[in-house]
């Protein structure tokens, strides 16, 4: 039997409700989607842990990879068992050296990073590549993360060092909504708008989602030079130390 994590998976029918249009989920899975495409070639072999609903994946095998999911809550999600297995990324359901990329995107902070770390390398072939990431500035911790059941928000020194001892050397790291970090400090910090804050980033007003969207897309088209070095979150690309590439 896999072993769930503390994540809810009523979770998971929220953000199905809100992927399509919600100023968050909408520019970061183009970011995401921009991010491998940079680095990893059409048609390889990439495993999404904690693919959630499965949008992402379904979006790379649109493009032209051959990409698998897998997550706990697979039979709560409805995917395609041919193609989603249900697992952990401290546990997953494949063969060593089965892909030439993993995408762990907002999990490490749900589980034993260290652990999670060493499963992704089994799984990779040498010299394969883990796309990673985190929620960023642990001053930012609120009720929100709280109710995602997450155990930690990451810096940029933290993920370094993680992925140093864990075997990978680091190719790119970079921050996601930048733009908008000031309205979440505002938003998150002070113990008046804990209460409030998983209900006013969920469910803003159509006007100002909009707004915010504007804002988060124009950074997502950014060119990757441009890209800041911090956000709400961070992602990362690294590549199982096989190989004598130039780390950052």
Not at 174 to 190: I, K
């Amino acid at each position: 039997m896999v072993k769930k994590t503390d994540y809810n998976p009523e979770r998971l029918r929220t953000i199905e409700s809100l992927e399509n249009e919600h100023f968050w989920f909408a520019p970061r899975r183009r970011r995401l989607l921009k991010i491998i495409s940079r680095h990893v070639p059409l048609g390889s072999k990439i495993l999404d842990i904690g693919c959630g609903t499965g949008r992402l994946c379904n979006a790379l095998i649109q493009d032209g990879y051959a990409a698998y999911g897998t997550d706990p809550y697979i039979v709560a999600s409805g995917l395609d068992p041919r193609r989603y297995r249900e697992g952990t990324c401290d546990q997953l359901p494949f063969e060593t050296g089965s892909f030439d990329a993993a995408c762990a995107f907002d999990v490490f902070e749900h589980v034993d990073d260290i652990a999670a770390l060493q499963e992704c390398r089994r799984v990779l072939r040498p010299g394969g590549l883990l796309l990673v990431s985190v929620p960023a500035f642990p001053v930012l911790w609120s009720e929100r993360d709280t109710v995602a059941g997450h155990k930690r928000r990451y810096t940029r020194p933290m993920l370094k060092s993680l992925f140093a001892n864990g075997g990978f050397e680091l190719l790119d790291l970079s921050g996601f909504q930048f733009f908008l970090l000031p309205l979440m400090f505002l938003n998150r910090l002070g113990e008046s708008r804990k209460n409030n804050c998983v209900r006013r980033e969920d469910h803003v007003s159509p006007r100002t989602n909009r707004l915010l969207r504007q804002i988060n897309n124009w950074e997502v088209s950014l060119p990757h030079c441009l890209q800041p070095p911090v956000g709400s979150s961070l992602i990362a690309v690294c590549r199982a130390a096989s190989d004598t590439s130039t780390a950052i």
